[in-house]
């Protein structure tokens, strides 16, 4: 089986290239849930503005986060587009689109 471009992406290496994770950042990050993962993010993120969100829709935005991390991962985890399609249960057209609008292949091109 030849390998597809995916096999070149990897979050943790473009984190790591890029100088924002190292290998004992990853290790403390993966003895937390995701559910804190996200909790912690979302608070550090706030905390210059005493917590607060103003004028941003969380709640609403919650699909378009997830879809973006889960296209991420399911990229960085398979060998080509049309085995990441089969992995998010989208035809290969709906993966295209899908890049398209979470803009996929700059993240990974950086």
Request: overall charge positive.
């Amino acid at each position: 089986m030849s390998q597809g471009k995916n096999v070149l992406y990897s979050i943790s290496n473009k984190l790591q290239k890029d100088k924002r994770t190292n290998d004992e950042f990853e290790i403390m990050i993966n003895s937390l849930s995701l559910e804190e993962v996200i909790a912690l993010k979302l608070e550090l993120s706030t905390r210059s503005l005493r917590g607060k969100y103003y004028g941003f829709p969380i709640w609403k935005s919650l699909s378009d986060l997830t879809k973006d991390a889960v296209l991420k991962y399911a990229l960085s985890a398979t060998r080509s587009k049309k085995e990441a399609a089969r992995f998010l249960g989208l035809s290969v057209a709906e993966l295209k689109k899908a890049e398209r609008k979470y803009k996929t292949d700059s993240y990974f091109s950086e």
